[in-house]
């Protein structure tokens, strides 16, 4: 019984800890952009040739992205992003650095290109 009341009192907290994960970085200064004058960056989770692999954002230009944040929101042009690509069966983290050319009002995924072996690269599509 003690373990149903621990799990209950933990659920609204693991909740918020899911939720502050979803967030969205705006990667640029002054006021927030218009959707059609921006570009959107997602580094979700996702499954690679079978496999669950995790590709996390670390840096975009001179922003550090915290772990809780899975989006970027950029003005369009060229920037310079950090990614750790984390494939976990192989137990194996390999960091690309990527020039990328982002237009304004498009949405994109980074998205990993990993076997059993490890992560071979990491696309913007």
Do not use: N, W
């Not at 059609?36 to 992205?65: C, F, N, Q, T």
């Not at 982002?102 to 992560?119: F, I, M, N, P």
């Amino acid at each position: 019984m003690k373990l149903r009341t621990a799990v209950r009192s933990l659920a609204p907290l693991l909740a918020g800890v899911l939720l502050a994960a979803c967030g969205t970085l705006q990667a640029y200064d002054g006021a927030r952009l218009a959707p059609g004058d921006r570009a959107v960056v997602h580094s979700d989770p996702a499954v690679s040739a079978g496999l669950p692999v995790e590709v996390i954002l670390r840096k975009v230009d001179d922003y550090d992205v915290p772990i809780t944040k899975t989006k970027v929101e950029l003005r369009p042009g060229q920037h310079h992003f950090i990614v750790d690509c984390h494939v976990r069966a192989a137990g194996s983290v390999t960091r690309f650095a990527l020039d990328l050319v982002v237009e304004a009002g498009k949405s994109y995924r980074l998205v990993a290109d990993a076997t059993a072996r490890g992560c071979d690269g990491v696309k913007l599509r």
